[in-house]
């Protein structure tokens, strides 16, 4: 059970690139969460998605943000021509269709520096 | 102030002695649930406890609820060095919009 997996660990954009983040969650999950940590900050919301589907995106700018999930593959959350202030860590987490009680299960971030 | 704020910001004690870490939030939730981060890595869930519980016990954790003051703590009894991290509580609000709102985190350092 390998757990969360995101990639790429590490990516150096310059500004005005894009930027794609990769993220399988879980075996057996099918809810998909997106949060962006900043330095010595917590984590903020950005996307909701299930298979195929934007459940909550309220946290997601509206310009040069988007993210999918689909039927087949990893999530990717893409960030165009970036900006030195998207540099983060960007983290994906998951958790399994009904389960209840909302328990997430993160993958160890991908952290963005723009240049 | 945002849903979810730790109390205190950084934590320093001995090897040994115990840490309490408080949580306030403001919202009807389901249940909270404290977290924990180690440096450079993601976030690891440490326990739940639900909105008709007033405390759970796992290991050397504690966590109490108080829902008529929004708040919430963790207790981490004969602290080790491994405990050093960043510990975050999380909130699932009553109403089901299914994410979780995370507070800003307590840095604790364990000084061994």
């Known amino acids: 059970n390998a757990g969360v997996m995101q990639n790429p660990r590490h990516l150096v954009r310059r500004r005005g690139q894009e930027a794609r983040l990769r993220c399988s969650p879980m075996k057996g999950h099918s809810h998909v969460y997106w949060y962006r940590q900043l330095p010595e900050e917590g984590l903020k919301f950005m996307v909701y998605?299930?298979?195929?589907?934007?459940?909550?995106e309220s946290g997601m700018p509206k310009e040069r943000f988007s993210a999918e999930f689909p039927k087949e593959g990893p999530s990717i959350l893409r960030i165009q021509q970036v900006v030195r202030g998207d540099s983060a860590a960007y983290f994906c987490a998951s958790s399994p269709a009904d389960s209840g009680a909302n328990v997430l299960t993160f993958g160890a971030g991908s952290r963005l520096t723009v240049l | 102030s945002q849903q979810g704020e730790e109390d205190p910001q950084a934590l320093s004690i001995q090897e040994g002695e115990n840490a309490t870490m408080n949580c306030s939030y403001k919202?009807?939730?389901?249940?909270l649930q404290w977290y924990r981060q180690n440096s450079g890595r993601g976030l690891v869930h440490l326990i739940l406890i639900r909105s008709n519980e007033r405390e759970k016990h796992s290991g050397r954790l504690r966590v109490t609820l108080d829902t008529s003051k929004k708040s919430s703590s963790l207790l981490i009894t004969a602290s080790r060095a491994a405990d050093t991290a960043s510990y975050f509580c999380?909130?699932?609000?009553?109403?089901?919009?299914?994410?979780?709102?995370f507070g800003t985190g307590t840095r604790l350092t364990i000084i061994p």
């Open positions: 999380a909130t699932d609000p009553f109403g089901g919009n299914e994410k979780l709102t």
């Open positions: 919202t009807s939730i389901n249940n």
């Open positions: 998605l299930q298979k195929e589907n934007i459940i909550d």
